[in-house]
């Protein structure tokens, strides 16, 4: 159903920070002029969803091949009708997967690396999901699918839409409209009062 010329499969990220580029971290570069004019010499993203299409197929091969086996492994024991699409992000420490869950899309989280630190934080996650099921949250959250806190593994619903920002300290500012968004959905969590001890850090 879903097929491509050739395997889609992220590469894994290095653990180490790569130095940045002159005037590519979050601040400006002296070079550079301090008053541009706003929205000048950059390009206007297209209002719209933004989420890309699934397509693409798994490589499987190699060494790597054989951590996505064990990953897709873990989710299918809790969600035997997911199936892996495309490898949205992988690192050494986790991996996600985008795949289908019936008619929808879903988006599966393994850890690799079960070291007690990555293991309690992922659990922390999976609370926090569970929460949302009880408790639901002034805005929209992917829905819990299915979890396994033993096995570090967590499988939520795709949400539409697009990120504000692929980086922590995006080097351009994010359009207006898409910063609007962000300080309403924090100024809506701010308001929010769950329970008492709901997401306090294990």
């Avoid at 301090?34 to 950059?42: C, D, E, I, Q």
């Avoid at 099921?133 to 806190?149: M, S, T, W």
């Avoid at 980086?167 to 359009?175: F, G, S």
Wanted: one cysteine or more; aromatic letters at 4%; charged letters at 20%.
């Amino acid at each position: 159903m879903y097929t491509a010329s050739s395997s889609v499969s992220a590469p894994p990220r290095s653990l180490h920070p790569r130095p940045a580029a002159a005037g590519s971290g979050p601040y400006l570069d002296p070079a550079r002029p301090a008053a541009a004019v706003l929205g000048v010499g950059r390009t206007r993203r297209v209002p719209g969803l933004g989420t890309q299409p699934l397509s693409g197929r798994i490589d499987l091969s190699g060494p790597q091949g054989a951590q996505l086996r064990t990953a897709i492994a873990s989710v299918h024991r809790i969600c035997p009708e997911f199936a892996p699409v495309q490898v949205l992000r992988r690192s050494g420490r986790s991996v996600l997967l985008v795949g289908t869950t019936g008619r929808s899309t879903a988006v599966a989280k393994c850890l690799l690396d079960h070291s007690s630190i990555w293991a309690e934080r992922i659990r922390h996650e999976i609370a926090a999901y569970r929460s949302f099921v009880r408790h639901r949250p002034p805005v929209r959250v992917p829905r819990l699918i299915a979890a396994d806190p033993d096995n570090c593994t967590l499988v939520i619903e795709r949400m539409p839409g697009r990120v504000a920002a692929l980086q922590r300290h995006p080097a351009e500012a994010p359009p207006r409209a898409d910063i609007r968004a962000a300080l309403g959905a924090i100024c809506r969590l701010n308001a929010w009062r769950p329970p008492a001890g709901t997401f306090d850090a294990p």
